[in-house]
């Protein structure tokens, strides 16, 4: 391809024209919801081990960098997905949330809703677009998360569309996030996270100030599709939808890797009728991506523990709905034995209905024979939605876990879900950097 010689807008013009179309009021309600649980996400990712140290790196606690621009969105980009509880898109298979969502808040001003969509749409089009290829070997967050966070930035910055396409170009241009370090017990991931908001933010700088980008990054003989997503459909990128993407975008109820969610659905299906009897045996049967990224029989971290489906099911069963603490390191002990009771298998109807649908069964075994209960799509997924109620009290869960104080966690509540109805921005960065100053906290 030469593209010298093509006609047209490219993929990345045609993807910002299609940005350009109203908000109904209903997805901005969707918007501030999405901001929302960032917040309760990110508020007690900082106080725990990794979220202190990331801290000690970044200069403090992250909602200090609210609307202050710079690299703020950096400092707050990793701490929403510490917990394993960010929001998900299935298809494109990432988390827009905690890349967009700091992007949006690090900016002293703007429509905060109206570039929070965009961010989550530019993302969530280009991660359904990669194929499974490049899921095989990169992760969508970060690789994907660039061109959301420029699009958002861009947003914010009130930059034409050329501006916004060359921002698309720098930022896709730096695309990264090798999937080893999931196999290893390290923290990258997360950066992955910070490191995709402040590409975006850089780029939509650079942008800003007269620095073109590529136009043609997307389809371009030496573009992303070439170089990181062979098997990907670019059209996809570009093609009519009926609805903003955000309102396929689900939130996570538990603290725990999505992939273990449908699991954790099921197990709490079954918990009522076991009648406090101990399994003999625990049988997961799952698709195989969640086979693949989540089962450790013996979860050592609470990182690692995150991502068991065994010590999932085994939280479930034992405790009922999982909260943060049965996660954490002094409690894996307690769950030992069920686990060593599971079973972890693919199932191929399953693996064929996913991404599509996250689904799991699970079967325990006791004296009085075995019982079985299927998740065809996990809580929070919108064929089977967390409703506005749930993710308030989620958030509210967490804010109590990083220990702020309840009249001071409600503002913020509140000056969030007021975005909708034209609550200012600016009272949300008072109430964060009210926050931020506190004395530091450590989780419970």
């Not at 990794?50 to 200090?64: D, E, K, L, M, N």
């Not at 199932?347 to 325990?364: K, N, R």
């Not at 220990?403 to 964060?432: F, I, K, Y």
Request: proline share 8%.
């Amino acid at each position: 391809m030469n593209v010298s010689q093509v006609e047209g807008p490219s993929a990345s013009e045609r993807l910002v024209a299609a940005l350009d179309r109203p908000l109904a009021p209903a997805t901005r309600e969707q918007a501030a919801l999405h901001l929302l649980d960032w917040l309760g996400c990110a508020l007690a990712g900082a106080v725990g081990e990794t979220g202190q140290a990331i801290a000690r790196v970044v200069g403090g606690h992250p909602f200090a960098g609210a609307g202050r621009g710079g690299e703020a969105a950096a400092a707050m980009g990793g701490f929403g997905s510490l917990l394993e509880m960010d929001d998900v898109h299935r298809a494109a298979l990432l988390h827009p949330g905690p890349v967009v969502v700091p992007v949006v808040l690090a900016a002293p001003s703007g429509d905060a809703l109206g570039a929070l969509v965009a961010g989550y749409e530019a993302m969530i089009r280009l991660g359904r677009s990669v194929g499974p290829g490049h899921y095989a070997r990169f992760h969508n967050t970060a690789t994907c998360g660039g061109i959301g966070a420029a699009v958002a930035a861009a947003r914010m910055a009130g930059l034409d569309g050329p501006a916004t396409v060359s921002a698309i170009g720098h930022a896709v241009s730096l695309s990264g996030g090798l999937w080893q370090c999931r196999n290893e017990p390290v923290a990258t991931k997360h950066l992955h996270v910070a490191e995709a908001a402040r590409r975006g933010v850089a780029a939509a700088r650079y942008a800003a100030a007269g620095l073109a980008g590529p136009r043609f990054i997307l389809e371009g003989p030496q573009g992303f599709f070439a170089g990181l997503a062979p098997d990907g459909d670019v059209g996809r990128v570009t093609a009519p939808g009926a609805d903003w993407l955000i309102h396929e975008v689900s939130f996570k109820p538990w603290p725990a890797c999505r992939h273990a969610h449908p699991v954790i659905d099921a197990a709490l299906m079954l918990r009522a009728g076991l009648g406090g009897r101990r399994p003999r045996a625990v049988r997961v049967r799952t698709y195989a991506d969640a086979v693949l990224f989540c089962d450790r029989a013996e979860p050592r971290t609470p990182a690692e523990a995150r991502f068991s489906l065994q010590h999932a099911v085994a939280v479930a069963l034992q405790d009922g709905p999982p909260a943060l603490e049965a996660f954490e390191e002094a409690a894996l002990p307690a769950y030992a034995g069920i686990r060593a009771r599971v079973i972890v298998e693919a199932d191929p109807g399953l693996t064929a209905a996913y991404p599509a649908h996250f689904g799991a069964e699970v079967t325990v075994e006791t004296e009085g024979g075995p019982q079985s209960a299927r998740a065809t799509d996990a809580w929070g997924d919108p064929e089977n939605p967390m409703d506005r109620a749930a993710v308030l009290a989620k958030y509210e869960g967490l804010a109590d876990w990083a220990r702020v104080p309840a009249p001071l966690a409600r503002a913020l509540s509140e000056a969030a879900l007021a975005l909708p109805g034209g609550g200012a921005l600016s009272d949300l960065h008072d109430l964060m950097h009210r926050i931020a100053a506190l004395p530091p906290r450590e989780a419970p």
